[in-house]
Nanobody, 125 residues
Framework: VQLVESGGGLVQAGGSLRLSCAVS????????IGWFRQPPGKERKGTSC????????YYIDSVKGRFTISTDSGKSTVYLQMNSLQPEDTAVYYC???????????????????WGQGTQVTVSS
């Protein structure tokens, strides 16, 4: 199982970024994929997830309406479109996968099992 994030960078408040997570080594339909973030000096927490089995998505309240998780048609890349970014969104963003697909259903339930290396997102005020 391999996950590789890209797309992070520096953006001004109000701007947008799209993160990508290239996935390989497993069948997407049998996994749930989540996007987590770790702000400086804080613990890592989940922001959004998508179930490969059902296609259901889940977002935490602070990103709902601003972030969108999706996949490409080949299900080899998972995207996180982030709009209306704010300084409090500054963090290292990680994608992660788990074969326990109910960890993304009506809720987002860590832990996840496989992790990418992370990509830095910095939002300036």
């Amino acid at each position: 199982v391999q996950l590789v994030e890209s797309g992070g960078g520096l953006v001004q408040a109000g701007g947008s970024l799209r993160l990508s997570c290239a996935v390989s080594g497993f069948t997407f339909d049998d996994y749930a994929i989540g996007w987590f973030r770790q702000p400086p000096g804080k613990e890592r927490k989940g922001t959004s997830c998508i179930s490969g089995t059902t296609g259901n998505t889940y977002y935490i309240d602070s990103v709902k309406g601003r972030f969108t998780i999706s996949t490409d048609s080949g299900k080899s890349t998972v995207y996180l479109q982030m709009n209306s970014l704010q300084p409090e969104d500054t963090a290292v963003y990680y994608c992660a996968a788990t074969p326990i697909t109910w960890r993304c259903d009506s809720d987002f339930i860590p832990p996840y099992d496989y992790w990418g290396q992370g990509t830095q997102v910095t939002v300036s005020s």
